[in-house]
Nanobody, 125 residues
Framework: DVQLQAYGGGLVQPGGSLRLSCVAS????????IGWFRQAPGKEREGLSC????????YYEDSMKGRFTISRSNAENTVYLQMNSLKPEDTGVYYC??????????????????WGQGTQVTVSS
């Protein structure tokens, strides 16, 4: 089965950190860019960050810059999202997905696929 599975969510206090992992199986991982998305209650799924197939380039939405870091290991079929200085508004279900490109204009939920189950992140005191 083609699958991307996100791990590593949890409950964290404001200002805290989490590291999410996205593990791929069933397709040629290093042919695809990988994006991280978040869906907050009552809101549409939004793109946060993406990394190119080689890992040589990445993109962050403005609200993530300086706080989140994306990386990948093609040897391990895994993409990571290190999240620091977390805020209550970062709360939501985090998903990873595969796409053809990584860029600000391409990072849309409708342009990425191979969605798996997300992982819940809750930032609260």
């Amino acid at each position: 089965d083609v699958q991307l599975q996100a791990y590593g969510g949890g409950l964290v206090q404001p200002g805290g950190s989490l590291r999410l992992s996205c593990v791929a199986s069933g397709f040629t991982f290093d042919d695809y860019a990988i994006g991280w998305f978040r869906q907050a209650p009552g809101k549409e799924r939004e793109g946060l960050s993406c990394i190119s197939s080689s890992g040589g380039s990445s993109y962050y939405e403005d609200s993530m810059k300086g706080r989140f870091t994306i990386s990948r290991s093609n040897a391990e079929n895994t993409v990571y999202l290190q999240m620091n200085s977390l805020k209550p508004e970062d709360t939501g279900v985090y998903y990873c997905a595969a796409g053809r490109y990584c860029s600000g204009t391409y990072l849309r939920a409708t342009r990425y696929g191979r969605w798996g189950q997300g992982t819940q992140v809750t930032v609260s005191s």
